[in-house]
């Protein structure tokens, strides 16, 4: 699969740096892809909006008759989320404490403004899993000592390992108390997009998403990244694939 992607990879690298007129071709394109990414990465945690929805919450900023206030602050504030994480990618900030914070408070900003950007200093289960999360008298401690092992382990890692790593270890720790999955989400795109790859999409589709979390399930049953890296490949694949295809159709009109 590593194979495969560094194949595709060399590809899209090969296209770059884009031309202005590109960009600007492709501008309606990335913007769709934003939006179906805060779509299916809310849908994995619950949130009600179609993707339909949440595209005119986003874009129009109007509010769907009979869904949750709740439902469409996560959708504006995960919005925001993600254009500070294009930020961040322009500002190439380090993979740290700070950052995480800074995209948690995002995320959790306008929901749960008390715990919006800060650890959980209560105990959580997470739904559906068998997993314990530590105590969370713990939580500074690992997150500290977690950053301190990816800032030399990404160095010498393939990026699409080190990110599925820091995804896997960041839903281990479960370091607040509410956001985890999107902010472990960001996490990991924050990594590969800074490695050059496109805006990788988990999508929310019941088999999709018991495959996403059975992978995790399975990696932290066997204590090894195995399981989730393999989850992770695929997705980051189906990524460039999709992104490649778009970049042709946009050279077939030059």
Same mark, same amino acid.
């Given at each position: 699969?590593?194979?495969?992607?560094?194949?595709?990879?060399?590809?899209?690298?090969?296209?770059? @740096?884009?031309? &202005?007129? $590109? !960009?600007?071709? =492709?501008?309606?394109?990335?913007? *769709?892809?934003?939006?179906? +990414?805060?779509?299916?990465?809310?849908?994995?945690?619950?949130?009600?909006?179609?993707?339909?929805?949440?595209?005119?919450?986003?874009?129009?900023g109007i509010t769907v008759s009979g869904k949750p206030l709740k439902?469409?602050?996560?959708?504006?504030s995960h919005q925001k989320a993600l254009a500070r994480l294009k930020?961040?990618?322009?500002?190439?900030?380090?993979?740290d404490e700070r950052t995480l914070l800074d995209l948690h408070d995002?995320?959790?900003?306008?929901?749960?403004?008390?715990?919006?950007?800060?650890?959980?200093?209560?105990?959580?289960?997470?739904?559906?899993?068998?997993?314990? @999360?530590?105590? &969370?008298? $713990? !939580?500074?401690? =690992?997150?500290?000592?977690?950053? *301190?092992?990816?800032?030399? +382990?990404?160095?010498?890692?393939?990026?699409?390992?080190?990110?599925?790593?820091?995804?896997?270890?960041?839903?281990?720790?479960?370091?607040?108390?509410?956001?985890?999955?999107?902010?472990?989400?960001?996490?990991?795109?924050?990594?590969?997009?800074?490695?050059?790859?496109?805006?990788?999409?988990?999508?929310?589709?019941?088999?999709?998403?018991?495959?996403?979390?059975?992978?995790?399930?399975?990696?932290?049953?066997?204590?090894?990244?195995?399981?989730?890296?393999?989850?992770?490949?695929?997705?980051?694949?189906?990524?460039?694939?999709?992104?490649?295809?778009?970049?042709?159709?946009?050279?077939?009109?030059?």
């Amino acid at each position: 699969m590593i194979e495969k992607i560094h194949a595709l990879k060399k590809q899209l690298d090969a296209l770059r @740096p884009l031309l &202005p007129e $590109k !960009v600007q071709a =492709l501008a309606s394109v990335f913007q *769709a892809e934003e939006t179906e +990414y805060i779509f299916e990465s809310n849908a994995i945690e619950g949130n009600t909006l179609t993707l339909a929805e949440t595209e005119l919450v986003l874009s129009k900023g109007i509010t769907v008759s009979g869904k949750p206030l709740k439902d469409h602050l996560e959708a504006t504030s995960h919005q925001k989320a993600l254009a500070r994480l294009k930020e961040l990618v322009g500002e190439r900030v380090p993979m740290d404490e700070r950052t995480l914070l800074d995209l948690h408070d995002l995320v959790l900003r306008g929901i749960n403004d008390t715990y919006a950007g800060r650890y959980r200093d209560v105990p959580v289960r997470i739904s559906g899993s068998r997993h314990i @999360p530590p105590n &969370p008298l $713990k !939580v500074p401690v =690992l997150m500290e000592g977690l950053f *301190a092992w990816f800032a030399g +382990y990404a160095e010498s890692a393939h990026p699409v390992h080190a990110a599925a790593d820091l995804h896997l270890r960041l839903s281990q720790i479960h370091p607040f108390v509410d956001g985890n999955g999107r902010t472990c989400r960001l996490m990991m795109n924050l990594h590969l997009l800074k490695h050059g790859y496109p805006l990788t999409i988990i999508r929310s589709e019941n088999n999709r998403r018991v495959e996403y979390y059975n992978a995790l399930a399975e990696s932290d049953r066997t204590e090894t990244p195995d399981a989730f890296r393999g989850f992770v490949e695929q997705r980051v694949l189906e990524a460039l694939e999709r992104y490649l295809a778009v970049m042709e159709e946009v050279a077939e009109f030059e």
